[in-house]
């Protein structure tokens, strides 16, 4: 079945830098776009990064460009979310996603996630 699995949160100072991974299985995931989105309690679920399966075009929500970078490694079923100069509006829970369809920033669009792993910046 599929599965993805997120890794690398923690709390970090602000300024600092993560490295979130997603590990993917289950599927052909060389042949699908995959994204990121994050969600803070009490906020609706927002998108923050995609990329195409081919050939790895990226994309990026406003508030992370420049500070956050999407990559994936079809030979190792990864995608990860580079994160640096980190900020306190930051903290949510970071989720990973795949979506079958073209690019899209709509949660509704993509069809399985992860679980989620906790980003937590201090000031």
């Known amino acids: 079945q599929v599965q993805l699995v997120e890794s690398g949160g923690g709390l970090v100072q602000a300024g600092g830098s993560l490295r979130l991974s997603c590990a993917a299985s289950?599927?052909?995931?060389?042949?699908?776009?995959m994204g990121w989105f994050r969600q803070a309690p009490g906020k609706e679920r927002e998108f923050v990064a995609a990329i195409s399966w081919s050939p790895g075009t990226t994309y990026y929500a406003d508030s992370v460009k420049g500070r956050f970078t999407i990559s994936r490694d079809n030979a190792e079923n990864t995608v990860l979310l580079q994160m640096n100069s980190l900020k306190p509006e930051d903290t949510a829970n970071y989720y990973c996603?795949?979506?079958?369809?073209?690019?899209?920033?709509?949660?509704?669009?993509?069809?399985?996630w992860g679980q989620g792993t906790q980003v937590t910046v201090s000031s």
């Open positions: 996603a795949s979506n079958p369809n073209p690019f899209s920033d709509h949660p509704i669009r993509y069809d399985y």
């Open positions: 289950g599927f052909n995931f060389r042949f699908v776009n």
